[in-house]
């Protein structure tokens, strides 16, 4: 399964309940306001070092970093583009937590 | 077409009713899709499952309300309804808590939305051709 | 593959349109066939021709009629329109009102429905 967060983790429990939804092999994919949960050193952080830590995929939306200025992710977290958007989408079923 | 060969799409509900559209318009997409070909299920989850707390009257609001309309889902052939249990613990609610989706046409018994486990959602999400949240 | 895209949210406001074109742009770069485009709930206003953005800002509905132009099929909700009052009248060229019959063919017959809101 894709999981698609495009919700700050500050403003909303998105990313948190999705991820008790995902198994090893799932990937979430972090994109607009999502992209906030793949900062290092923040009180959120946790979230994703777990999901990392369950061999879960994560991946962070680079046109979305770069116009938040967020240029440091979580270790392990993969940086894509739209093409590797279409990609995930392609290899696996979607859910859109919006 | 078989029970089998149809397509499983799945609608997921998680955010709450009247404060926003979503919930409302999403419920009108469920009633059409219900008419087609398709194998449907419905998860509530998070918020959204204060969509399906009984007793709500939006009168006062002056807003068209859908509980009466979520009464009659199994009329409408949409019987697969979940709600997830974590959900609905975390925001104090019980299966006494919820609306009922209709009734069953021996026992005449009210059929209510099913409590059901992350994991178990997890594994019905992982089968289904298409996932609409609204 | 067989690729449909639902949007939720109206145009400027919400990164959603946005998102939904850049990831359609790449879809297509990649050769796949997008089955259809889909605006339901205030997405509906994302194709209304009376929208006149500053000039050095995208044109978003001119953008998603470009794309139409191209062959894809892009649906606007009839009763999500309506309430909004958004008619045959106010729309871009190659952008269609329909029912919802349309969402639930495009997510029978689209391998991946990928759903941009809020």
Redesign the interface.
């Known amino acids: 399964?894709l999981h698609?967060i495009?919700k700050s983790p500050f403003q909303n429990?998105?990313l948190e309940?999705c991820l008790?939804?995902?198994?090893e092999g799932d990937c979430v994919l972090l994109?607009?306001?999502g992209v906030y949960g793949a900062i290092p050193g923040t009180a959120k952080s946790d979230l994703v070092a777990s999901a990392l830590g369950r061999k879960i995929q994560v991946f962070a939306l680079g046109?979305d970093l770069k116009a938040r200025a967020l240029k440091e992710t979580i270790d392990g977290v993969q940086i894509t583009?739209?093409?590797g958007?279409?990609?995930l989408?392609?290899e696996n079923?979607?859910?859109?937590?919006? | 077409m078989s029970e089998e060969s149809k397509k499983k799409i799945m609608f997921t509900v998680r955010k709450p009713p009247h404060g926003t559209i979503y919930v409302y318009e999403g419920l009108e997409v469920k009633l059409i899709m219900a008419a087609y070909d398709a194998d449907i299920s419905v998860v509530f989850m998070d918020d959204g499952v204060y969509a399906l707390k009984a007793g709500q009257d939006t009168k006062e609001l002056g807003i068209k309300g859908f509980e009466a309309t979520y009464g009659v889902l199994v009329d409408y052939e949409i019987q697969k309804v979940f709600v997830d249990r974590q959900s609905m613990e975390e925001r104090g609610l019980t299966e006494e808590d919820l609306l009922v989706i209709g009734e069953d046409e021996d026992t005449e018994e009210p059929i209510r939305p099913r409590m059901v486990d992350s994991a178990e959602i997890a594994a019905m999400m992982a089968q289904q051709h298409n996932i609409l949240s609204f | 593959m067989k690729l449909a895209v639902c949007i939720y949210e109206g145009p400027y406001n919400h990164e959603a349109s946005d998102s939904a074109y850049n990831f359609i742009k790449a879809a297509i770069a990649k050769g796949h066939e997008i089955r259809g485009i889909f605006f339901y709930h205030d997405g509906v206003y994302n194709v209304t021709r009376l929208m006149e953005p500053p000039q050095d800002d995208r044109h978003i509905a001119n953008r998603w009629s470009e794309l139409g132009a191209t062959g894809i099929d892009i649906v606007v909700c009839i009763a999500a329109a309506k309430r909004r009052g958004i008619v045959d009248e106010v729309l871009v060229p190659n952008v269609r009102i329909s029912g919802l019959g349309q969402l639930t063919m495009m997510a029978i017959e689209a391998e991946r429905m990928v759903i941009f809101g809020d």
């Open positions: 399964m698609t495009n429990s998105a309940s008790r939804f995902t198994h994109m607009e306001d046109a583009d739209y093409a958007f279409v990609d989408v392609v079923k979607v859910h859109s937590w919006l």
